[in-house]
């Protein structure tokens, strides 16, 4: 059963910790602006993104979760723009975004091939998307991610949903995840970078 996001936000606690995502924040310097973050929750990789010099919009079904995001980011005295949106939802104009950020953005496939599409016609020319998910080799690990092999993810989904982009980095590995008290452990994820062609 997927989390109901509301009640899980609504602690005075940040569920999954206000640090960045360390795969996020290596790679940051890959990012072009402006950046999109889609299912961005409580704020700690958008206002970590801010402190960094970009502007970055957030996008939440959670509108406890973006009130966190915005508390986190005035103590971090930067500014981030959200917007409360299912993504089943969700439109954003081509062309718009220099970056794309989806960390464990866990959705079902019929999202998945409705949504990525559109996310690539938003990049930019030249732009960036980030992704890491937890994999299917997660299941039942019980130190992150929901335990539905649909909404965990491999490489073949990436390649199959994320169509039109050059992949710079895709694969799966073993590594310490430690954000908070529902991601925390040895875990199995999936990282991918790519980026948008320039157009002739």
């Given amino acids: 059963?997927?989390?109901d996001w509301n009640e899980r936000f609504s602690d005075s606690e940040y569920a999954y910790g206000?640090?960045?995502?360390?795969?996020?924040a290596?790679?940051?310097?890959m990012l072009v602006d402006?950046?999109?973050?889609?299912?961005?929750g409580e704020g700690r990789n958008a206002v970590y993104l801010a402190t960094q010099g970009f502007r970055v919009h957030a996008v939440d079904g959670s509108e406890a979760g973006l009130e966190k995001a915005a508390r986190l980011a005035a103590d971090q005295n930067v500014t981030i723009t959200s917007e409360v949106a299912d993504l089943n939802d969700y439109q954003t104009r081509p062309d718009s975004w220099g970056s794309i950020v989806s960390i464990y953005a866990h959705l079902p496939r019929p999202l998945r091939i409705k949504l990525y599409p559109m996310l690539v016609q938003a990049l930019k020319p030249g732009g960036i998307s980030i992704f890491e998910a937890y994999s299917e080799s997660q299941r039942g690990r019980g130190t992150g991610g929901p335990?539905?092999?649909?909404?965990?993810?491999?490489?073949?989904?990436?390649?199959?949903?994320w169509k039109g982009l050059e992949?710079?980095?895709?694969?799966?590995i073993e590594r310490e995840v430690h954000e908070?008290?529902?991601?925390t452990g040895m875990a199995s994820v999936v990282q991918y970078i790519a980026r948008k062609p320039e157009q002739n």
């Fill in 34 to 40: 402006p950046v999109l973050s889609i299912a961005e």
């Fill in 167 to 172: 992949t710079i980095l895709l694969h799966e």
């Fill in 180 to 183: 908070g008290k529902f991601h």
């Fill in 1 to 3: 059963m997927a989390p």
């Fill in 147 to 161: 335990n539905d092999l649909e909404l965990l993810m491999t490489c073949r989904k990436i390649e199959e949903e």
């Fill in 26 to 29: 290596d790679n940051a310097t």
């Fill in 18 to 24: 206000t640090e960045a995502n360390t795969f996020l």
